[in-house]
């Protein structure tokens, strides 16, 4: 590929999304440029998936520990030292971001180190220089908010619970989405006091409702105390801590104040507006079916485009763009049956249709459930429970959502996800053997419908 332009495709952004992108396309033998003002690996590497869920592990042995007793094992005290767990994390980030750039690297794509910034259609701006491009993707992601109110200086986000040097010893958590409920459950395993305020009645909202219940119970069971209908208004600070005034009078007192009331796309200051890509009242870049904006050249995937803010799903983006813009095959990103899990305590899979979606789209619907305390449970005696629900739909039986909440449900419905993926009927999973005795067995033996 040859042109005019320093390059054939300037990306802004180097997290998930946009060095599967720049690697893709260069191997496709583009000649590929790609900036970035903070670390290479974006959220999920830096910032979310992956030290996330290592404190999530962490946080797990607390449990571990105390059932091992049921097993023969004689019980003794362990201690946690935080800053061992956060030095080794960090380490574990220094080499992924390490591997991110040899992957650029050895796909023979240039690294700009700065923020990008649009000048027109075929510019970007890095630092000082002026680079061009044929085609130019934004790949920036998004960014966690703290609504503006009294004191809000005094909160943190996701990014900075990361980084804490020290356990709390009292965490408040306002909010009842994904990331809330993932830091509820690491700070109380890990022995803090935990608060959480969320503003509707339920946590999880879009998530289907029955999951929804029991994660609440579950994470009640385990010490978490949740205050529905609330809204934190206002954040002062003494020398004992911080007291967040709720819209109902009431004061909560914490030594950390987490907001994880959501992200926004992180669209501010890098020139859309100048060049005229459209954006969404949010803040999101608006694109067509193939990612491509209203400017011809310029195209977006991943979270900054608030289509389906998933990892993978970035990944997804990626390489249909790259199809797309230099392939010669046009190709549109398919966001149905994908499955997804949130690393809560107990954690939850899912994949397909919620009961609430699926009536809305066929009607009448037929629901299998099944409550039941775990295998390793049993003997722990530990108030732990898994619960599954199947959807189907009776005109065609096909099975058309799966949700788990209970251990290993992430790996399980990942596996379910194909079966969906692939039109499996009711009858195909009664006809499946099950692997005895495991949790995931009970997706092929559910056979007592709900009453309507």
């Not at 690996?41 to 607390?62: D, E, Q, S, W």
Request: glycine content about 10%.
């Amino acid at each position: 590929m040859t042109s005019s332009y320093d390059y054939d495709l300037f990306v802004i952004g180097a997290g998930s999304g946009g060095v599967r992108a720049s690697r893709m396309a260069a191997q496709a033998g583009a000649r590929v440029g790609i900036c970035e003002g903070s670390r290479i690996g974006g959220t999920c590497v830096l910032r979310g998936c992956i030290p996330k869920k290592l404190l999530v592990y962490a946080a797990h042995f607390h449990h571990d520990f105390e059932d091992a007793v049921a097993y023969g094992w004689q019980p003794h005290h362990p201690t946690h030292d935080w800053g061992t767990m956060i030095a080794n994390k960090n380490e574990e980030i220094d080499r992924l971001n390490g591997i991110y750039i040899n992957l650029l690297k050895g796909s023979g794509v240039e690294i700009h180190e700065g923020y990008g910034r649009l000048v027109d259609e075929h510019t970007v701006r890095v630092g000082q220089r002026a680079i061009t491009a044929e085609h130019i993707l934004v790949a920036t992601g998004g960014w966690p908010f703290i609504p503006d109110i009294p004191g809000a200086e005094h909160a943190i986000t996701s990014n900075e619970a990361l980084e804490l040097t020290q356990k709390p010893r009292r965490v408040l958590i306002v909010g009842g989405g994904y990331i809330a409920v993932e830091f509820a459950g690491i700070f109380a395993g890990l022995g803090s006091e935990v608060t959480m305020a969320i503003r509707g009645e339920e946590l999880l909202r879009g998530f289907d409702n029955d999951m929804r219940v029991e994660l609440a119970q579950a994470m009640n069971r385990a010490g978490v105390e949740i205050h529905t209908r609330t809204n934190i208004v206002r954040i002062d600070k003494d020398a004992a801590g911080l007291t967040a005034r709720t819209d109902q009078g009431a004061d909560i007192s914490a030594d950390v104040v987490l907001f994880a009331t959501g992200r926004a796309p992180n669209t501010r200051g890098i020139g859309l507006d100048d060049v005229g890509v459209k954006l969404q009242p949010n803040g999101a870049v608006m694109v067509d079916e193939y990612s491509r904006t209203n400017i011809p050249n310029i195209w977006a995937i991943g979270d900054v485009t608030d289509r389906m803010n998933l990892t993978p799903v970035a990944l997804h983006e990626a390489m249909c763009f790259v199809k797309t813009a230099f392939g010669g095959e046009p190709t549109k990103p398919i966001y149905d049956t994908i499955a997804t899990a949130v690393f809560s305590t107990p954690p939850i899979g899912t994949v397909g249709l919620t009961e609430e979606e699926a009536r809305a789209k066929y009607g009448k619907v037929d629901i299998y459930k099944n409550r039941f305390r775990p295998l390793k449970h049993t003997l722990t005696k530990r108030e732990h429970f898994s619960f599954l629900k199947m959807i189907v739909d009776p005109k065609t039986d096909k099975v058309v959502g799966c949700h788990m909440l209970g251990d290993d449900s992430a790996e399980i419905v990942q596996g379910l996800a194909i079966a969906l993926k692939c039109g499996a009927t009711k009858a195909q999973f009664d006809a499946t053997i099950g692997i005895h005795p495991t949790a995931a067995e009970e997706f092929v033996t559910m056979r007592t419908k709900e009453p309507d």
